[in-house]
């Protein structure tokens, strides 16, 4: 058992990053357990014998690269700590436990568990396993012991220090780097395809760098020669019986991960165990699938799943498996959407899980065009509207309903058509960002819908009508199209549903904006009265606390009120949605500004990165990137970081005004906030000129907003600036200008 290895032995490929993680925290001992994750013949195994050897004054390196018939690891171990202690010691000890064991052991143990998943016996059973982890803490615990963990997948520890390594494949890059500099002359074409054949993995690439060495061969020769090499990818493809390939290749379609009941509805078997027995095991020993444990869901190996294709193509009845794997997460999608209202907080994570093959079930639905299919998804389209668009932020959501605006056009009816045009306007605007083309959907749709007269439908159409308007900074539009949906939904008897309470939250923020703040309030009472009563604890709650949040910070002086709702808000969509969502990317700038305001700049600025790993995942092309860049603008002002601020305006500017346009309220603000940076870093001449153009953009929007203090507020920093610089004509003549808005503004009752 004693393992002897040395560092030279250990011949580790580009895992320089890992080996340095793994060496700081061993050398200072800051933990006691090392986990080395990942899938088969990754390298975990030569990492972890790595790490061993580098432990300075280990006595003992127990290495188990076998467990599978171990019952019990609690026997083994208290047997190995037995023999370490001195025998005069030993006999003096009352009980056996590894607990006391260990304050005897004086030499330097590492205990090295290999393929440690075979702890979960037949990966149902939780009690070995357990049992595994307990004694893995008790070894950690002493000062003396070090524990190794290699499995394909993680172990959760509770309430202990430990490091946890995810190894992955090699880069393409890093692989061609670690031969380029081992083998010279290498042709480019050869290069290519040993690369494509190891596949990132380190140990296929030492396999063909130690057969090269010895062979004069070019490199395409190690395909028919290599055995170890062939082996240890390919064989396990080319060795599965004709029945296994066929479960294989059907199992294949899915894309990441999957649960049995899919792969059970794919395989037309009726028994969760019957279809583990003769696909998903046999896959797995042969390393072509991990099992997470945790959730207990599959997913193919991403170095395999080429080989799957490249080899069992021919065997994939392409048609049928579709056609199963889209009616049945359609069914599952549809199913899930009437439980959201009722229970989010269970329903929620469960979209989450399977959210990578509902976006395979929207890209092939795209394709999928017979009249039995387009009824599917078009009800599918309707009626699970909320999860695709709003919680689910992938693009296929754009392209699925693009799909069935298109197949609508062909066998819908004026109904289908109106409808589809308004979800496929939805997901523009909310997914991509994109408000002219989302608006279009919605004229296009309006045109539908309309001459079927007063509904339900052409009410919500109304709603999206009007958010679009508000989005363009039409905001005298808006609130023309929302109080049309508003007495259509009154008329209807449809106001105490979700779809009013959803008007009354887009009037609440639209009154909120221009500061109609006494017709506001009603429009916030409403609505969150309609979604308490309808939904209690709800995502859709936490947009309604946002809204108050607004609302407060424009009443003025209470500021702590909208702080304590944009906290509620974030609290709300966290909870319940652990995916990324635009929502949050919302409210975490929401948050961050309250943090900035109180003088903790730091976290503001770690909240608003966060924020924006959020969107560089939803996509960065889209009008949230630029609020994020515009807070950070702010941040860094308060801070008096003038470089940062002016760097971090700037590209919010130029994408406001690509995204939104120059005529635009935020596109002015920008301007504006640019402006003030620019006057406190001393470039005056710069910051004239971008508060004329604020002053130029907010007057054209003031129709819209008629007790907007915008102007003003550009007024007098144009002054000022014009002040310091000398310009005293330029300053006069705003300072006229400045008396006539002060004049204008006068005429409003406060």
């Keep these: 058992m004693e393992h002897k290895e040395t560092l030279q032995d250990c011949q580790i490929l580009g895992r320089k990053h890992e080996k340095s993680i793994i060496l700081e925290q061993v050398c200072e001992r800051r933990i006691g357990i090392i986990q080395i994750s990942?899938?088969?013949?990754?390298?975990?195994?030569?990492?972890?014998?790595?790490?061993?050897?580098?432990?300075?004054?280990?006595?003992?390196?127990?290495?188990?690269?076998d467990q599978s018939n171990m019952q019990s690891t609690k026997d083994f171990i208290k047997d190995v700590l037995l023999k370490a202690i001195e025998l005069d010691k030993r006999h003096k000890l009352d009980t056996n436990t590894i607990k006391e064991l260990l304050g005897h052991v004086n030499n330097k143990f590492v205990f090295v568990f290999e393929n440690a998943e075979y702890f979960c016996g037949d990966y149902t059973s939780g009690d070995v396993q357990t049992e595994f982890l307990e004694t893995c803490k008790l070894l950690a615990g002493s000062r003396n012991i070090m524990v190794i963990i290699t499995s394909t997948f993680r172990f959760r520890f509770y309430k202990c220090q430990f490091l946890k390594l995810e190894l992955q494949q090699l880069s393409e890059k890093a692989c061609k780097s670690i031969i380029l500099k081992s083998l010279n002359g290498m042709s480019r074409d050869s290069l290519?395809?040993?690369?494509?054949?190891?596949?990132?993995?380190?140990g296929l690439l030492n396999s063909f760098l130690s057969t090269y060495s010895y062979r004069t061969n070019l490199p395409r020769h190690v395909?028919?020669?290599?055995?170890?090499?062939?082996?240890?990818?390919?064989?396990?493809?080319?060795?599965?019986?004709?029945?296994?390939?066929?479960h294989l290749a059907t199992l294949a379609y899915f894309p990441g991960r999957f649960g049995t009941k899919a792969a059970r509805h794919l395989l037309g078997e009726s028994s969760d165990a019957r279809v583990k027995q003769i696909a998903i095991l046999p896959i797995y020993r042969r390393s072509l699938i991990e099992i997470d444990g945790e959730q207990d869901r599959f997913y193919f190996h991403c170095f395999i799943q080429t080989c799957v294709n490249k080899h069992l193509a021919h065997l994939r009845d392409t048609s049928m498996t579709r056609e199963r794997f889209c009616e049945f997460f359609a069914d599952i999608v549809r199913s899930l959407t009437p439980e959201v209202d009722k229970n989010p907080e269970k329903i929620f994570p469960l979209f989450a899980q399977e959210i990578q093959n509902i976006d395979k079930l929207l890209i092939e639905a795209a394709n999928c065009s017979d009249k039995t299919r387009y009824k599917r998804y078009i009800q599918l389209a309707c009626e699970a509207d909320y999860l695709l668009i709003n919680v689910l932020p992938k693009h296929s959501a754009v392209k699925f309903y693009e799909a069935c605006v298109?197949?609508?056009?062909?066998?819908?009816?004026?109904?289908?058509?109106?409808?589809?045009?308004?979800?496929?306007?939805?997901?523009?605007?909310?997914?991509?960002?994109?408000?002219?083309p989302a608006q279009l959907q919605f004229r296009k749709a309006k045109s539908q819908l309309k001459q079927l007269g007063v509904s339900e439908a052409l009410a919500r159409l109304y709603t999206c009508i009007g958010w679009n308007l508000h989005m363009q900074a039409k905001e005298r539009d808006a609130i023309k199209n929302l109080e049309k949906a508003s007495r259509m939904q009154d008329r209807l008897q449809l106001k105490v549903n979700k779809h009013g309470g959803s008007t009354m939250a887009r009037l609440e923020v639209v009154y909120t904006f221009i500061g109609e703040l006494d017709k506001a309030e009603p429009c916030h009472k409403s609505s969150l009265c309609i979604r308490k009563q309808l939904f209690g604890e709800h995502p859709v709650i936490a947009e309604t606390y946002n809204n108050y949040g607004l609302y407060y910070l424009q009443v003025g002086g209470c500021e702590s009120q909208a702080s304590k709702y944009f906290r509620m808000s974030l609290r709300t969509k966290q909870h319940f949605n652990k995916e990324p969502s635009r929502d949050k990317v919302i409210s975490l700038n929401n948050v961050a500004m309250e943090y900035a305001k109180s003088g903790d700049h730091d976290q503001a600025l770690e909240m608003l990165d966060e924020a924006y790993t959020m969107q560089y995942k939803l996509g960065l092309h889209h009008h949230d990137t630029s609020l994020i860049h515009n807070n950070r603008g702010k941040v860094y002002a308060m801070m008096e970081d003038y470089e940062n601020s002016e760097n971090s305006f700037t590209i919010a500017l130029d994408l406001r005004k690509k995204i939104l346009g120059e005529v635009h309220t935020s596109t002015a603000g920008t301007l504006h906030q640019?402006?003030?940076?620019?006057?406190?870093?001393?470039?005056?001449?710069?910051a004239s000129d971008r508060?004329?153009?604020?002053y130029v953009v907010r007057k054209k929007v003031l129709a819209q907003q008629p007790q907007n203090r915008g102007v003003?507020?550009?007024?007098?920093?144009?002054?000022?600036a014009y002040e310091k610089s000398g310009q005293k004509e330029n300053a006069k003549k705003t300072q006229e200008l400045l008396?006539?808005?002060?004049?204008?503004l006068s005429t409003f009752k406060k």
């Design 406 to 436: 298109n197949s609508s056009k062909i066998q819908g009816t004026p109904y289908e058509q109106g409808m589809m045009l308004m979800h496929y306007g939805t997901a523009l605007q909310n997914i991509k960002g994109c408000l002219i």
């Design 674 to 686: 640019l402006g003030e940076t620019l006057l406190k870093a001393g470039k005056i001449l710069q």
């Design 739 to 744: 008396n006539q808005e002060l004049g204008r």
């Design 192 to 202: 290519e395809e040993v690369v494509g054949m190891c596949a990132g993995i380190p």
């Design 691 to 694: 508060f004329k153009e604020a």
């Design 712 to 720: 003003v507020e550009s007024l007098e920093n144009l002054w000022l």
């Design 223 to 246: 395909t028919t020669h290599d055995e170890e090499s062939q082996c240890r990818v390919m064989s396990v493809v080319e060795n599965l019986s004709h029945s296994n390939k066929s």
């Design 38 to 65: 990942g899938p088969p013949i990754i390298g975990k195994r030569t990492l972890a014998r790595f790490v061993a050897a580098s432990l300075p004054g280990t006595t003992y390196i127990i290495s188990l690269s």
